[in-house]
């Protein structure tokens, strides 16, 4: 079956969708913060369920669009799909998105233990914490479509199915019975030789990511955290976005239900970032997930006739969070350990 969504047809659709996600960060930092301001809990929670609510009125939007456009589709047509198989696979992308939004949201929770840790590691204060994670993620989004586009290229061979599929699959398990290692930035080749090519001032010099002292331009620790940040998520977005490619073959579904997760991240960050030592389960969940999605690619798949039931996957991986998240809840009720960093 030919590609529903074809980059030569549908590049206005990338076109608007990113101007659109451009106009959101311009309104978020130069209205709702053009302040810098400590994010409280409620603006936190408000931010959340706004991101979450846009995500699902796109899923709507876009199973609506999908709904008309796909029986009309001549490409289809041509290959002999009839008018109700057309609107079955409407149905499916569009659950598809909603399957994705949830994995890449899931595997987010990992960015949110390395901000607590690097934030806290270069005492970024919490006034300007939403700064850096502001630029954090429009990095992140950056790399994220360098990777999207690489494996668009890359899942046309079978092999390259087969190396995302077991690499997940490892990952996952290294996941669930690695020892958590702490994170150390000055370890980080990159972050020593940041310290070499620019002298890094010794303390925050208020919003600013540089500053000029006696004519030479030096780092602040606010730049240094970001380049940190930056990092992991380069790290993170080797497994999370082959975990995607599990689920839909499509490139466009793959990065719309990208940003959507990685928008709501700063939020998530915010709301989360004071309990996230209670969910000391959720790495053996997230772990499960990637095992899931990797197994979905080396056998699943196939086994199920070429596509392993959306609405199945949905249910499993919703099914592992709860159960993770919940036994986290209730195991860690009353403890106030501090966080420590993801297993990979």
Known sequence: MPAL????DYWWFYALFTLGVLAFLALDLGVFHREAHVVGFRE??????AWISLALIFCW?????????????????????????????????????LTGFVIEKSLSVDNIFVFVVVLGYFAIPPIYQH????????????????FIALGSALMQWEWVIWIFGAFLVFTGIKVIFAPEKPIDPERNPIMRLLRRLMPVTPQIEGDKFFVRRAGVLHATP?????VFIELTDIV??????????????????VFTSNVFAILGLRALFFLLAGV?????????????ILVFVGLK??????????????????????????????ASLVWSRGTSAPPSGPAR
């Open 5 to 8: 969504f074809p980059f030569a």
């Open 222 to 226: 606010l730049l240094v955290a970001l």
């Open 276 to 288: 996230m030592h209670r969910f000391r389960f959720l790495k053996y969940g997230l772990g499960l």
């Open 236 to 253: 993170f977005a080797v497994d999370s976005v082959p975990a995607i490619f599990a689920i839909t073959k499509e490139p466009l579904i």
């Open 61 to 97: 939007g876009f199973w609506h669009y999908a709904q008309w456009k796909l029986p009309l589709d001549p490409r289809l047509i041509a290959a002999g799909v009839t008018a109700a198989q057309a609107a079955a696979l409407a149905d499916q992308v569009a659950l598809e998105f």
């Open 297 to 326: 690619m080396l056998w699943l798949n196939e086994a199920f006739g070429g596509k392993f039931p959306v609405t199945w996957s949905l249910g499993i991986i919703g099914g592992i969070l709860a159960v993770t998240v919940t």
């Open 44 to 49: 936190a929670l408000g931010w959340s369920v």
């Open 131 to 146: 700064r850096v994670l502001f630029y954090g993620i429009i990095g992140a989004l950056i790399f994220r479509i360098v």
